[in-house]
């Protein structure tokens, strides 16, 4: 089961820009599919976006145009670009990985946009 560790949450201002890193403890390359939730207070956590097989990409509503998902198999990583963010992006963001038939989760990352 592949290991996955985020980084790169924080605390800023509505209208501001994060990225997000997730570090996997062996190649991500060739067919699997890797993603971001993400789980706020009291509520579910929910998929914010898919990247399966490097080419077939995903986005929820919520954040198609302000987020982008990529991935850089040569350093193991994948990545979360978020723009123009808003309080209610506020939430846990976890790095999840289907690899060989495995599920994988990180431990999360917080992200707390103020108004």
């Known amino acids: 089961q592949v290991q996955l560790v985020e980084s790169g949450g924080g605390l800023l201002q509505a209208g501001g820009s994060l990225t997000l890193s997730c570090v996997a403890s062996?190649?991500?390359?060739?067919?699997?599919?890797m993603g971001w939730y993400r789980q706020a207070p009291g509520k579910q956590r929910d998929l914010v976006a898919l990247?399966?097989?490097?080419?077939?990409?995903d986005y929820d509503d919520s954040v198609k145009g302000r987020f982008t998902i990529s991935k850089d198999n040569d350093k193991k990583t994948l990545y979360l670009q978020m723009n123009n963010l808003k309080p209610e992006d506020t939430a846990v963001y976890y790095c999840?990985?289907?690899?060989?038939?495995?599920?994988?989760w990180g431990r999360g990352t917080q992200v707390t946009v103020s108004s």
């Open positions: 990247i399966e097989d490097d080419v077939k990409i």
């Open positions: 999840w990985a289907l690899t060989n038939g495995r599920t994988s």
């Open positions: 062996e190649s991500i390359s060739g067919r699997n599919i």
